[in-house]
């Protein structure tokens, strides 16, 4: 679909503001409807527009599968991490008012934070399933 | 409704694709009138976006026009069907009145959240505190639910990686071999 010239102008417009209305949705979950599942998907969205305009050897040059596959494992450890970390600090798990001295602080460090975890391995999941779908070809 | 028979009667997969892309948008308007914002938002981002891709995807690789097999019209599968839906339909006589306040969810545990969670978590969206602090290992298996159902798919699929393919110099271009 490259040579669509108002989609590839339109479109390289739009990627940027998606993937930063994703990161709204993640950051501001506490405030607004949100979260790590909705912007994940979102993210992944702003891959997807890009792969279909400049084709799935461009996007997996900006983002190889090895990555992703990496950083879906790592958005889990990452949340269990934070179950771990409140548990050594003498709480139970995935209590996370212990990670910081003020109580409140605490429990949404610990939400932010574990958020986040989610938010990288839904963006990471959906981005291979769909690399994985889209990298067959027609036999 | 009629988007859902439609799509069961329509046969072009490219047509139900996007009749499943309008119902999960259907689907996620009833979730915002019914005030279930952030399920909404889910449903209209992977329902109606990711869904459909994958499933663009999928008819790319397979073929476009379901087959028609010659169905024999089972007496036995409509009595089934039948009576799981008046069941159905007779449970939910026994249901409280839609908002009613003296229902059983909305007396047991939904006050405390709703009282002291702002308090205790410090965060106004109810929502992400129970998700993430009331019901955190839940959430966990739900992550790890996804990390184990992407690992299911790449063991099968394999994980697309675009190799430089040496039959690929015979065509014109590297866009060439792309879906789009």
Redesign the interface.
Known sequence: ??QYIVLRVVSKLMIPVIMIFALY?QFH???????G??AG??F??AF?VYT?LF???AA?KAV???AA?IL??F??LL??AF?YASLFLGGN??E?KVLLPN???G??F??IG??L??GI??A???L???????????R | MVVGIAIVRVRNLLAVTMLTGIYSLLVAILFVLLDAVDVALTEAAVGAGLLVILMLATISLTTRKEKVHATRQSIMALVVVSVTGAALIYATLDMPRFGDPEAPAHVHLSPRFTQESPTEIGIPNMVTSVLATYRGIDTLGEAVVIYAAAVGVLLVLGTGTVRRRRNRKDEDGPEAGEKS
């Open positions: 679909m490259n949705v979950g506490e405030y607004s409807p949100g979260g599942f909705q998907i979102v992944t969205a997807i279909l084709g799935l050897e997996q190889p599968p090895v596959h879906a494992a958005g889990v949340f269990i179950g798990f995935l996370y109580d409140q602080a429990e949404t610990g939400i574990i958020e975890g989610v391995t839904v990471a999941v959906a291979s399933l769909f690399y994985s779908f889209a990298g067959r070809e027609r």
